[in-house]
């Protein structure tokens, strides 16, 4: 053998014979190969998708699941396979989901996805089912068949939901967007996108939570605080059951009131205690509504008229999904009620320019009191000594 004196040398060739099932002397492992040939039929797969060609998704795998997302008005999806492990003609994919919304998403969600894959007769991967990965949240397609609804300034995406029923919240979405802007003339997206899943349990999976968590909880908007102008849509979605037994006003306040979160959204940080982002929220969708304190806050009235005023503004903790209906209310009710007291005493001006003063800090510590002290000119042991007497006056 050429080189047999020279140790190195006499090394890779013995490397090359011994595994030369698995590697190609001076290339890769075959799982490389195999991973690379799977991104290729992810590759199409996805351009299937944003296309809505069937037959094009139906050569890179089995078609369930094209009609549940054939409606949604996709601008981009692809796939980033991040792990493959393969057991003789089949394999299961890990990979990175990137998709947004034509219209409405200004950067891509992304999502952790599963892939289940075989090879077929003709020696390529074929996908057999995608699922979400473990302990990552449900796309709304993953529940069944999306409809979806295009108001003005809106989107409703439904699984289980009549055209109708879309058509409605379509066309409260489009009424929040304008009540938001009278109070909050600060620039923000102004569209909603609204995901309406079939059930309690479904809309706990969009989450990724309990949906003992949700459980009388009318809807929520998810988003990271103090996005960036390039951060995708935020999402309200919507609990069927404790949305479905709202009146028509009681769903226009409700979508107001997230229409309110997604606006503040750059404005909202680490620094903004729950009283205020929600409090807030309340008191924009509030605004127009003729609701008196004692119709909006009965939680409170209660605690009030029986001599429990609330010592202090509630604390992120009193916000918590731990099944006190009744604490839960209250929490939300003292949070309008101080947005409420500002606005009057302060001017309505005022108290968006304290909203932003105090999402304006990276940190809790300090925010409200430097905000309170320059915007509003007060303390917060002052702050609270008003807002408590304030109660008194409201509901005496």
Not at 143 to 158: C, K, N, W, Y
Not at 163 to 173: C, I, M, P, T
Not at 181 to 209: F, I, Q
Request: charged share 25%; net charge negative.
């Amino acid at each position: 053998m050429a080189g047999r004196g020279r140790t190195s040398g006499s090394g890779v060739v013995v490397l090359c014979l011994l595994f030369v099932s698995l590697v190609a002397c001076g290339g890769r492992p075959v799982t490389d190969a195999a991973r690379d040939a799977v991104q290729r039929v992810l590759d199409r797969r996805a351009e299937a998708i944003v296309e809505r060609d069937e037959s094009a998704f139906v050569r890179t795998g089995a078609r369930s699941g094209f009609d549940d997302l054939r409606e949604v008005p996709f601008a981009e999806w692809s796939y980033r396979v991040t792990g493959l492990r393969r057991s003789g003609d089949s394999a299961t994919a890990q990979a990175e989901l990137r998709y947004r919304l034509r219209d409405d998403d200004r950067a891509p969600v992304t999502a952790a996805r599963s892939l289940e894959l075989s090879l077929d007769a003709g020696g390529d991967w074929y996908v057999e089912s995608e699922r979400p990965a473990r302990k990552a949240a449900d796309q709304l397609w993953d529940q069944g068949r999306v409809d979806v609804v295009r108001g003005e300034r809106s989107i409703v995406l439904g699984v289980g939901q009549s055209g109708a029923r879309l058509r409605a919240f379509a066309d409260l979405a489009d009424r929040a967007v304008p009540a938001v802007n009278r109070a909050w003339d600060t620039e923000w997206p102004r569209r909603l996108v609204v995901l309406v899943p079939e059930s309690l349990e479904a809309m706990a999976g969009l989450l990724g939570s309990p949906a003992s968590s949700y459980r009388g909880i009318a809807a929520v908007t998810t988003g990271e605080t103090g996005a960036p102008a390039d951060a995708p849509a935020d999402r309200v979605i919507l609990n069927p059951v404790a949305y479905g037994v709202l009146g028509h006003s009681g769903k226009q306040v409700v979508l107001t009131h997230e229409a309110t979160h997604v606006a503040t959204r750059a404005h909202t940080s680490a620094a903004t205690p729950l009283w205020l982002s929600e409090g807030y929220a309340d008191w924009v969708g509030y605004l127009g509504t003729g609701r008196s304190p004692l119709e909006a806050a009965p939680e409170l009235w209660r605690a009030v008229t029986e001599g429990e005023i609330p010592a202090g503004l509630p604390t992120d903790e009193d916000f918590g999904f731990t099944g006190d209906s009744g604490g839960l209310a209250q929490a939300y009710e003292s949070g309008w009620m101080a947005c409420r007291m500002i606005a009057e005493r302060w001017g309505e001006e005022r108290l968006g320019e304290f909203y932003r003063a105090v999402g304006a800090h990276e940190k809790r510590p300090g925010a409200v009191e430097e905000a309170l002290d320059q915007v509003l000119g007060t303390t917060v042991e002052d702050f609270t000594a008003q807002w408590r007497e304030y109660l008194r006056t409201q509901f005496g």
